[in-house]
């Protein structure tokens, strides 16, 4: 399933067009998709199709097509603190962008049926961590994954605010998946050949709405078991590694001072966290002035779209920052045109602009602490 959008030449060209055929809606589902690059969950020899708008399986590793993507992450209405429950969480992909909406204090937990591929789930978050810049820009919750089938889910392992399906599920398993959400919640899943949004309204009334047509592999049914018992999948106790935490339990003293240092870091200092140093970023040429994107004519608009405002204490934007960040902005932007001018003509759709340099690392390296101090708090863990 996919082939709805043409294909990109990177992840952000993927993205605008996923936004110009408005799978893609809202800002906040916009800077997750930009802060993880697809191509990072593809093996290496299948890295030149991570663009294109189409599902990709290798094995048991299996990516659905990005528009599919877009429609799940728009339809579950996420925002910090949900808790989320990703049945068939394969790569991890979806898991990890999630994540970076719900924050610290979210719930991001993964069922995969096949071991091998929760590891590579985990390999891929450890990279992500450990080498992404994005990861410093969001207040992230880490997704944890469990081996098992996602039928059979112990009941007091439930319920969730938010929960996704990534496999076509038969309508006799349609009540199963219903009471695993709260009240309130909201389920996405292939339902007869359609995804469906599911929201509950109330312990027993449920809203119904179809989205668009896809073509899912069906749920892989539990195996009859030699005693007649299935093995329930507990999602209470989540392995992390080798860190065993219960689903809802109160943070640790050492997490929340974590969070709380990182926060802090990011809103300390002169100005905004990002600092800027010039780079070239491939864009492609609009074909006309009437679909001529904001993000390519204008600098400014494509860094503001692309990374999360700093916040203040009520979660909500700092004009003071604001202001300063367009007058550094303004100061940034003002060089001889004569140059670039030419440069810009030859080029074609290779334009110069300013990106962010990663300033919380080196916030973090540079503090008085005891070095196994500052790789906790930049989430690097030991092989």
Same mark, same amino acid.
């Not at 074609?348 to 070095?371: H, W």
């Given at each position: 399933?996919?082939?709805?959008?043409?294909?990109?030449?990177?992840?952000?060209?993927?993205?605008?067009?996923?936004?110009?055929?408005?799978?893609?809606?809202?800002?906040?589902?916009?800077?997750?998709?930009?802060?993880?690059?697809?191509?990072?969950?593809?093996?290496?020899?299948?890295?030149?199709?991570?663009?294109?708008?189409?599902?990709?399986?290798?094995?048991?590793?299996?990516?659905?097509?990005?528009?599919?993507?877009?429609?799940?992450?728009?339809?579950?209405?996420?925002?910090?603190?949900?808790?989320?429950?990703?049945?068939?969480?394969?790569?991890?992909?979806?898991?990890?962008?999630?994540?970076?909406?719900?924050?610290?204090?979210?719930?991001?937990?993964?069922?995969?049926?096949?071991?091998?591929?929760?590891?590579?789930?985990?390999?891929?978050?450890?990279?992500?961590?450990?080498?992404?810049?994005?990861?410093?820009?969001?207040?992230?919750?880490?997704?944890?994954?469990?081996?098992?089938?996602?039928?059979?889910?112990?009941?007091?392992?439930?319920?969730?605010?938010?929960?996704?399906?990534?496999?076509?599920?038969?309508?006799?398993?349609?009540?199963?998946?219903?009471?695993?959400?709260?009240?309130?919640?909201?389920?996405?899943?292939?339902?007869?050949?359609?995804?469906?949004?599911?929201?509950?309204?109330?312990?027993?009334?449920?809203?119904?709405?179809?989205?668009?047509? +896809?073509?899912?592999? =069906? %749920?892989? @049914?539990?195996?009859? $078991?030699?005693?007649?018992? &299935?093995?329930?999948?507990? !999602?209470?106790?989540?392995?992390?590694?080798?860190?065993?935490?219960?689903?809802?339990?109160?943070?640790?003293?050492?997490?929340?001072?974590?969070?709380?240092?990182?926060?802090?870091?990011?809103?300390?200092?002169?100005?905004?966290?990002?600092?800027?140093?010039?780079?070239?970023?491939?864009?492609?040429?609009?074909?006309?002035?009437?679909?001529?994107?904001?993000?390519?004519?204008?600098?400014?608009?494509?860094?503001?779209?692309?990374?999360?405002?700093?916040?203040?204490?009520?979660?909500?934007?700092?004009?003071?920052?604001?202001?300063?960040?367009?007058?550094?902005?303004?100061?940034?932007?003002?060089?001889?045109?004569?140059?670039?001018?030419?440069?810009?003509?030859?080029?074609?759709?290779?334009? +110069?602009?300013?990106? =962010? %340099?990663? @300033?919380?690392?080196? $916030?973090?390296?540079?503090? &008085?602490?005891?070095?196994? !101090?500052?790789?906790?708090?930049?989430?690097?863990?030991?092989?």
């Amino acid at each position: 399933m996919g082939g709805a959008v043409s294909a990109g030449e990177d992840n952000d060209e993927l993205i605008d067009n996923l936004k110009e055929a408005q799978y893609i809606r809202s800002d906040l589902v916009e800077h997750a998709f930009r802060a993880i690059d697809r191509a990072d969950y593809y093996l290496e020899e299948f890295r030149d199709s991570a663009y294109k708008d189409l599902a990709w399986r290798h094995g048991n590793i299996h990516l659905s097509a990005p528009c599919i993507y877009s429609e799940v992450m728009e339809a579950l209405d996420l925002h910090p603190g949900l808790s989320f429950l990703n049945l068939g969480s394969g790569t991890g992909y979806l898991s990890t962008m999630v994540g970076l909406i719900l924050g610290p204090f979210g719930v991001n937990h993964g069922v995969e049926l096949h071991e091998d591929v929760i590891e590579y789930a985990y390999q891929k978050l450890d990279f992500f961590i450990k080498t992404n810049d994005s990861f410093d820009r969001f207040e992230f919750c880490e997704p944890s994954f469990v081996v098992g089938n996602c039928l059979e889910i112990a009941p007091e392992s439930r319920q969730y605010d938010r929960v996704y399906c990534g496999a076509g599920v038969q309508r006799e398993h349609e009540d199963y998946m219903k009471k695993l959400l709260k009240v309130g919640g909201i389920l996405v899943l292939p339902l007869e050949e359609k995804l469906t949004k599911i929201t509950r309204t109330g312990y027993n009334t449920w809203e119904t709405r179809k989205i668009i047509a +896809v073509s899912f592999a =069906p %749920l892989v @049914l539990p195996k009859h $078991r030699e005693n007649g018992k &299935p093995i329930a999948v507990s !999602l209470r106790e989540c392995q992390m590694r080798k860190v065993i935490t219960a689903m809802f339990e109160v943070r640790s003293l050492q997490d929340l001072s974590r969070i709380t240092i990182r926060h802090f870091l990011k809103q300390c200092g002169s100005g905004p966290l990002e600092a800027r140093k010039r780079t070239r970023v491939k864009r492609r040429k609009r074909h006309s002035q009437k679909h001529s994107n904001p993000l390519l004519s204008n600098s400014y608009l494509f860094m503001n779209r692309l990374m999360p405002a700093p916040m203040d204490s009520n979660n909500n934007q700092s004009s003071t920052d604001n202001e300063d960040e367009e007058e550094d902005l303004g100061r940034v932007y003002e060089e001889p045109e004569d140059n670039n001018e030419d440069e810009r003509r030859m080029e074609g759709s290779v334009l +110069v602009m300013e990106t =962010p %340099l990663n @300033l919380m690392r080196e $916030r973090i390296l540079s503090l &008085p602490l005891p070095e196994p !101090l500052k790789m906790y708090l930049l989430y690097y863990r030991e092989k």
